[in-house]
């Protein structure tokens, strides 16, 4: 399993990588699938099977299909590419790299200041996965679907047709 | 025999069996098509036309591969291997006897649901890599009208899954030993089946495809085996809708006299033959009419079904 | 949603498994052709097997596609006579409007329908290949018995065993 996670890091960091330096949006859609896909594996190989496949089923299978539905809509071809392309010079990189290399430089002196109390992983099964959802963190979940809600509303506000005025 | 070889020979078998079930499906819908039409359909090759297959297979390979050259490369070669793939993989969850079934996850239904919307991939990939308009609708459509299906799909499986109490595909099976879920679940399995028409587009839910409109859809373009990749993975679609059906519905394995995977075969035989008869009888609706019925027909269907489960676990 | 409908269009189409199929078994199981059917071209003879075919061109003349190419000829008597004939049925549409046109009931459509070819150069047949020995559909029919025939120094009807010829626009026997 530790052999799985590192593998699956590798892809997603890979992937991840290649989402960033893409010019054709598409292209980058297609590593960000993969970037998810690999996180959920490696969801499951730290004994959390429940959470992979939601990853994969809610956010590579279903919001990655609306990112590239959107994209389609729009046919950006070869213009697009190269507008990209005008955008993203390698020097627009180093302002985040430098701050992500921070974040980094932190977490690792954390790690090393705190021995992880790693232990082995254990398997999650759905069932203890919805007893927390709706024990503990009832208030969280809730919370969450009145946002989802408030998106709800927001979309049919946007989605509605006007209705025809008068004098006009 | 030892442990990793046992699971290599149950892998490689199911496999093996599911693609040539999957091959043999296209001689038979031909040939039950053509009963019902009052034709013959395939007789010529081998007894029965049963080589049928093998020569459409040859034809398929022979031809002439070609890649437009207005198409995306990558995205264009890759996208019909991920029907196929994602299509197989689900295969790995399905218990097909107590016994036989390479993998029983704990999450073995949502693996199946996970995979099915890898299949969504596919045919809108194919379709906008093609670069060509019919394509791109065709891309377009199948892209809406499975993300939309794929939302009840789930919805109407919530029922069974709290009835057995279990992801696992096995526990479900197990759970029907005193009754199959095609009883209480009556609305769900209606919601599912036609829910699994669509993200299969077989007719009469092909709008991706629809020969009347958009001459072939997403795959206009595909030639070779790359449009034969895209062809078995609907017949994969089929044979996995229908054993998933089987498996939550109808009781898997589970019946009397007859061996464990002789009922299985039967009872997913039975529904693939009733997918042939979709096609082969009902008019494909017009595309915001799908739309329509998923959202205001079956999802309210799909919850109502899931309230009145929950309610009824509740009083018990 | 018409639910009623698609169930009952599943129910109609499902009933069809217990029908037997209409399809006739070609090549093993031969159809019925009536006799009158339009099928390949042939040129007949009379009984007494002499040629029936005068080359008068109406054929020819009739042939909505023009498919029908012939040249006359006369033989010591002055009898006409084709010196070729070619139908190309590559083109022919086998509307039988040669038959139709036909003086002499020389041409005439066959109830056979097998001429496919790999080559269609070998679609066009020549005179040997149209010309049958028979009298085709019409056993008794013999045109210079009806016409007579004026050979050099005797007019129709004058030679011996002879009847004078039939007077088409009379109405008497």
Request: proline share 7%; hydrophobic share 50%.
């Amino acid at each position: 399993m530790t052999i799985a996670f590192y593998l699956a890091s590798a892809v997603a960091i890979a992937a991840t990588i290649m989402v960033i330096t893409r010019r054709n949006v598409v292209h980058a859609l297609l590593y960000l699938i993969l970037s998810l896909l690999a996180v959920a594996l490696m969801f499951f190989a730290l004994g959390a099977p429940f959470i992979a496949a939601l990853e994969v089923m809610v956010y590579a299978g279903a919001i990655m299909v609306l990112f590239v539905f959107v994209i389609m809509m729009l046919n950006l071809g070869p213009a697009g590419v190269a507008q990209e392309r005008a955008w993203l010079p390698p020097r627009m990189f180093v302002g985040p790299a430098i701050l992500a290399a921070i974040l980094l430089a932190d977490l690792l002196v954390l790690l090393a200041g705190n021995p992880a109390s790693a232990g082995q992983p254990q398997v999650v099964a759905p069932k203890a996965v919805s007893l927390a959802l709706y024990g503990p963190y009832l208030l969280a979940v809730e919370l969450a679907s009145l946002l989802l809600l408030a998106g709800l509303v927001g979309a049919y506000h946007l989605g509605r047709r006007e209705p025809k005025k008068e004098n006009d | 025999m030892t442990e990793p070889w046992r699971s290599l020979v149950v892998i490689v078998g199911v496999l093996a069996i599911a693609l040539l079930v999957i091959m043999a499906q296209v001689w038979l819908e031909r040939r039950i098509i053509a009963r019902w039409q009052d034709r013959r359909g395939p007789n010529r090759v081998g007894p029965f036309g049963l080589l049928q297959l093998i020569a459409d297979v040859i034809k398929l390979f022979t031809k002439e591969d070609w890649t437009p050259p207005f198409a995306d490369r990558p995205v264009f070669v890759l996208a019909p291997a991920v029907v196929m793939t994602a299509g197989m993989m689900s295969f790995a969850v399905i218990p097909f006897a107590p016994t036989i079934g390479i993998v029983d996850l704990n999450i073995g239904l949502l693996f199946f649901l996970a995979m099915s919307s890898m299949g969504v991939y596919s045919v809108v990939l194919g379709g906008w890599a093609s670069n060509s308009k019919y394509s791109l609708l065709g891309g377009m459509r199948a892209a809406a009208q499975m993300l939309s299906y794929e939302v009840f799909m789930g919805l109407s499986l919530a029922g069974v899954v709290a009835l057995a109490g279990s992801f696992s595909l096995r526990d479900i099976v197990e759970a029907q030993r005193h009754g199959w879920f095609i009883v209480p679940q009556a609305l769900g399995f209606v919601v599912f089946l036609i829910a699994g028409i669509a993200e299969t587009h077989r007719l009469p839910f092909d709008l991706p495809e629809a020969e009347s409109e958009l001459v072939a859809g997403y795959h206009t373009e595909y030639s070779s085996m790359k449009f034969g990749m895209f062809f078995v993975g609907e017949y994969v679609g089929i044979a996995l809708v229908s054993a998933m059906i089987t498996t939550l519905f109808l009781g898997g394995w589970l019946g009397p006299w007859l061996p464990p995977l002789a009922w299985f075969g039967i009872k997913t035989f039975f529904f693939m033959c009733f997918f042939y008869l979709m096609r082969g009888s009902l008019p494909r609706p017009r595309y915001d009419q799908l739309m329509a019925y998923g959202w205001k027909l079956m999802l309210p269907l799909a919850m109502l079904n899931l309230l009145v489960t929950g309610a009824f676990l509740a009083a018990r | 949603m018409p639910i009623y409908s698609a169930l009952r269009s599943l129910w109609h189409v499902f009933k069809h498994t217990f029908r037997r199929p209409i399809t006739v078994q070609y090549p093993e199981e031969r159809p019925r052709i009536p006799p009158r059917w339009r099928g390949r071209i042939i040129l007949s003879r009379d009984p007494a097997g002499g040629e029936r075919c005068v080359a008068c061109y109406l054929c020819s003349a009739a042939c909505p596609v023009g498919c029908i190419a012939l040249q006359a000829a006369e033989d010591e008597h002055g009898r006409r006579y084709p010196a070729f004939f070619r139908i190309n049925f590559s083109r022919c549409i086998f509307c039988g409007y040669c038959e139709e046109a036909c003086p002499t009931r020389a041409i005439q459509l066959t109830p056979d329908f097998e001429m496919c070819e790999y080559d269609r150069q070998n679609l066009v047949y020549e005179k040997e290949d149209l010309l049958i020995s028979g009298p085709g559909k019409y056993p008794d029919y013999d045109f210079y018995r009806v016409a007579g025939v004026a050979v050099g120094v005797k007019d129709k009807g004058a030679g011996e065993r002879e009847l004078p010829p039939v007077d088409v626009r009379s109405l008497l026997p």
